[in-house]
């Protein structure tokens, strides 16, 4: 994400994710707005919403552009609002670890007309062709910055099939995610780690399934012992503000302690619709019998 907007020029400000979850912190934001700022970005981690109302209020105040990192959040809901329809921008993702796949690719959806005609050029090579089969010009031509982003026929045909079987493919992933969460709920409060936090204004999606660790080498320690059982877990929740690329091109070094937490101590457990029962109860069972040891 930090590449691709550095890319056009745009000067990126992190914020520090939550105590209790991952998602942007919203309550800090309001002091890292300048007069500079353009939009906010949240990311809806998990397919879990970010505080939508406090982070709208907020541009509303600022006169912001809100846009959704909605790559986990097909099927989930922020107070019965489908995720991705409420900033003026959403990107949703369809690479392979998603709820639905078609490898690799994604979908825009403009929620302010104000945008539509222009991501229809930059998605079609910058050209007006969606202008020309609509009758409304004698060619198509470049009228703009652009690239090759539309979708091939057989990776829109495999992720159709999966659009129309959604909600078989949701209750299946929402019946893993519950038998997780239920299965070791026991193990909360204590050394070791935490559940998933659910905010009351929101619903999830089962899209991945984490645990945050009391720290790294207990993370390691299950990391390890789950692999020796034939399970691979992965951790994965990358700080952008210590990646290579953001401190090699000279920014200053800043201190998110929430974000650098979850970087260190977050382990995602297997989760996807093809995992049977046994299987979860398997990785529960042995995420146990690590901790016993630890």
């Keep these: 994400m930090y590449k691709r907007q550095a890319l056009r020029g745009a000067k990126i400000v992190f914020a520090d ?19 500079r700022t353009r939009a ?10 970010c505080d939508m109302d406090t982070i709208m209020a907020l541009a509303e105040k600022y006169n912001l552009f809100i846009i959704e990192d909605a790559a986990h959040a097909i099927a989930a809901y922020y107070k019965g609002k489908p995720l991705g329809s409420i900033g003026q921008l959403s990107a949703f993702s369809f690479h392979e670890t998603k709820n639905i796949t078609c490898g690799e690719g994604g979908m825009l959806a403009v ?12 998605t079609d ?44 493919i949701q209750e299946k992933r929402n019946e893993l995610w519950n038998q997780y969460y239920n299965g070791l709920n026991d193990v909360v409060n204590s050394d070791y780690f935490s559940l998933p936090h659910i905010p009351s204004f929101a619903t999830h999606n089962a899209s991945v399934f984490y645990i945050v660790c009391s720290s790294q080498p207990i993370r390691n320690s299950l990391i390890k012992g789950l692999a020796e059982a034939g399970i691979t877990a992965a951790f994965h ?7 290579p690329f953001y401190s090699g ?19 995602r457990l297997p989760l996807h619709a093809g995992l049977s029962m046994d299987e979860v109860n398997y990785v529960i069972e042995q995420t146990k019998k690590i901790i016993k040891t630890i």
């Design 40 to 49: 906010i970005v949240p990311v809806h981690y998990g397919g879990i919403a």
């Design 17 to 35: 994710s939550g105590a209790v979850n991952p998602n942007i912190d919203a309550a800090a934001l309001e002091q890292l707005i300048t007069p």
């Design 125 to 168: 090579k910058g050209t007006n062709r969606n202008d020309f089969i609509a009758g409304k010009t004698k060619k198509y031509e470049w009228v703009d910055l652009g690239s090759s982003y539309c979708m091939g026929e057989l990776n829109a045909a495999f992720l159709l099939a999966q659009l129309e079987a959604l909600d078989n």
């Design 249 to 267: 091109q000279g920014n200053k070094q800043v201190t998110l302690a929430n974000a650098e937490k979850y970087g260190n101590c977050l382990l």
């Design 111 to 122: 929620n302010d007309k104000r945008f539509s005609d222009r991501a229809a050029v930059i």
């Design 237 to 243: 929740y990358q700080p952008l503000h210590l990646s």
